[in-house]
């Protein structure tokens, strides 16, 4: 009975531990994502300010 009890604990924090890995997971997802976000603005105004300067070229 207490190896089983032991199983179901050791199984019940391995589902703990699941769900704080997904959690995470969501979260660098997140973090990716604004990041790429960031990373096309300044892109486009890097754009911008190079067309810029040519047209007062």
Not at 3 to 31: A, T
């Amino acid at each position: 009975m207490k190896e089983e009890e032991f199983q179901k604990k050791v199984l019940n924090k391995f589902g703990e531990i699941e769900k704080r890995l997904m959690n995470i997971e969501e979260k660098l997802g997140n973090i990716e994502s604004a990041m790429n976000s960031m990373y096309e603005d300044i892109e486009d105004e890097e754009d911008e300010e190079y067309e810029g300067e040519e047209a007062s070229s």
